[in-house]
């Protein structure tokens, strides 16, 4: 993925204010696939996620709970730290902004901007609002001072305010975008920025007073204000990266050279809700700091359930461990990176969770039952030492198709590719018939070759189903007789002859969903 060998992921830090839905799910987990295909292929990864803690939507989720704004955070951390446990996430490290070190960070960062000039004190006057954590201008705002994104009242501010020169850098920005055709993905979300930056870019309020906010981070030239909150998220992908050295004397921070650390970040990965603030205010602020730009940026698109919005006032919030709980995390991943065309929109409907189900169970279980199953029978459980080559061209086309994918950032249609080639070792099964060839001793080596090809296609399957769902593919691995799952570069060459196959229950096991005892469907 990038050319140093190493990797840099993200997710957004998720607002320690509400509870893992299947929207954070899917972020989460296609960055998780994207970087278990990484470390695959040799890289070494630095994947990480957290939660956002401070600003006024966190103080005021607190109040209503009446417990602290860290006592929130610290249960709403830990929530998400385990649903990303029971999903199977790899992530590196898990930050939090209230930690002291991120704290540091974001406080030698505003230090510098201000050094450099790049900070004044101004007066604000205009709408906020609260959930979105967004300033709006009149003009901008729904019927009856509401909110245009989410429909929810606002709140009139008159306020000082320290302000980023954000519009000095709008020209550098347009041309970085021009310039770097891949650095937002997908094109249409580039388009809406390009398109939102011909109209003059402001200079952007990074700080609250405390007499409203008292939730955040102190600015270390007013300590009677503290940042905004988005400034404070977003440069948590710096604390993690480690460039910064926040007790160093200003001029040994590591501002002025990164190398050795993991800045920049190889890839942003956020939903297209977020877009402004990674791929405007974040790249300009860097731009402030002398601080080179994370190299690409994508934003995938929003779940919807059936044809409604997801929300908690609709209560049809889709919850992503009530699923994982029914039918295990590999069925919840599997589904969510299938169904979604990275990049596009999806609706959830609990008919297309089963139909991916089903062919998770029906295609690569079942192949995977019964290839293990002939061999125990017809070879006493070993894989027989011989070519093994029936579908040779098709797993390399396959593969050639699979990079091709991935290095556009396709992963649905990725792991499209890799069920098709499940698909077409069931046709081989059918087409070499081996319980015929079993019964003819003049096909034994027929049948040979049959089983070694199958052995051959389940290990390079297990291999390419793996960043998705790991705990079947360990599985499989164990009964191939493999040390583990091996790398899809090596899964075409790893020696199969002579290992010991076992069978077993079936990798994706038929399951009653309870919803369908319930209404029907
Ligand atoms: O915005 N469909 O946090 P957040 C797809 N703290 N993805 C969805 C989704 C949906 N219906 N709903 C949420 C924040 N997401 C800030 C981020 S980063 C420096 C600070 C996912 O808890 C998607 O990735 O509101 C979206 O961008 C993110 O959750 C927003 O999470």
Redesign the pocket.
Known sequence: MSQSGRTFLTT????AS?EP?I??A??TILTDVLARFARQSGEDVLFLTGT?EHGPKIQQEAEQRGVTPQELCDTMAERFGSAWERLGISHDRFIRTTEGEHKAVVTAFLERLWDRGEVYRGAYTGWYCIHEERYWTEKDLGPDETCPDCGRPVTHLEETNYFFRMSAYQDALVAHIEENPDWIVPDIRRNEILGFLRQPLSDLSISRPKSRVSWGIDLPFDSDHVAYVWVD??I?YLTASGAIDPSSPPEERGFEDVSGSWWPADMHV??K??LTTHSVYWPTLLMGVGLPLPRRILA?G??VVGDTK?SKSLGNVIDPMALTAEFGSDAVRWYLLREMPTGGDASYTPERFLTRYDELANVLGNLASRATSMIVKYRDGRVPSVGGTGLADEIATTLESIRGDLDQLKVHAALGAAMDLARSANVYVEERAPWSQSKDPAQAEELDETLATLARALTVLCALFQPVTPNAMHELAGRLGLDGVPTIAHSTSVVLGGRSVAKGDPLFPKIEPSWATTDGT
């Open positions: 957004p830090i998720y607002y509400g839905h929207g954070h899917y972020t956002d998220a977003l948590n956020i939903g809700d977020i995938h929003w779940w997801m």
